[in-house]
């Protein structure tokens, strides 16, 4: 097993710009989970999918949209980048929910805004 | 709303155990308590978690106090490899899925 796996590794942004963040996992995990790192700091929740077709924001969801249409694959939409949003970026993926079953994380996607 | 407690560093020497202690006196009845790590930017490792029991597994021990308001990670013979970040959680605000992931430990382990 691959795990999770994201890509691209490192992006550099213009102001404005939008991108897409893939995410996607081959344990079969129902629950998938996005994170943002900022420098010297904790990670912040900023959506999460319970199963294909479901989503929900995290603690810090503006700016983002994400969708779910399979249980693989969970991208990270930024529609209009800005400076804020320069971070490192983690998806992660559990079989059960977050508190009840490990999360498998990917290595990161690290996004600077200019 | 469970949260917890962390130093916010540490040193331990090569060979030694380390001993993180992290306080989590709101833990609810039925919250597990989970530990992970981050080597350097990488994501973050599951290492171990425990309800109410002492666990081990080939990582770590974990001893979660019988009122289960603290527990303590041990990394029995560290190594510079286990120098890292070490994050433990609970769950938040009677959710399921949202785990909130603080600032954690630094260890560093010395030779």
């Known amino acids: 097993n691959a795990g999770v796996t994201q890509t691209p590794k490192f992006r550099i942004l213009k102001i404005g710009q939008s991108m897409t963040l893939q995410c996607t996992q081959d344990m079969n995990h129902n629950y998938m989970y996005w994170y943002r790192q900022d420098p010297g700091m904790g990670l912040k929740l900023i959506y999460y999918s319970v199963g294909a077709g479901i989503t929900d924001k995290g603690e810090v969801p503006n700016g983002y949209n994400v969708s779910r249409s399979t249980t693989e694959d969970f991208p990270l939409r930024l529609e209009l980048a800005a400076p804020s949003q320069t971070s490192v970026y983690f998806c992660?993926?559990?079989?059960?929910?977050?508190?009840?079953?490990?999360?498998?994380f990917g290595n990161g996607t690290r996004l600077t805004v200019t | 709303d469970a949260k917890t407690t962390q130093p916010t560093s540490m040193d331990c020497a090569e060979g030694r155990a380390a001993n993180l202690p992290c306080n989590h006196s709101?833990?609810?009845?039925?919250?597990?308590v989970y530990w992970y790590r981050q080597i350097h930017s990488q994501g973050p490792q599951y290492i171990i978690h425990g309800l109410k029991n002492n666990e081990t597994n080939e990582m770590a021990s974990l001893i979660i106090t019988e009122d289960r308001k603290s527990s303590t990670l041990i990394l029995p013979h560290a190594t510079l490899r286990d120098t890292a970040v070490y994050y433990c959680i609970v769950r938040v605000e009677n959710n399921d899925y949202k785990l909130s992931f603080g600032a954690g430990t630094t260890v560093t382990v010395r030779a």
């Open positions: 709101t833990i609810s009845g039925n919250e597990y």
């Open positions: 992660a993926s559990s079989y059960l929910g977050g508190y009840n079953s490990p999360l498998h």
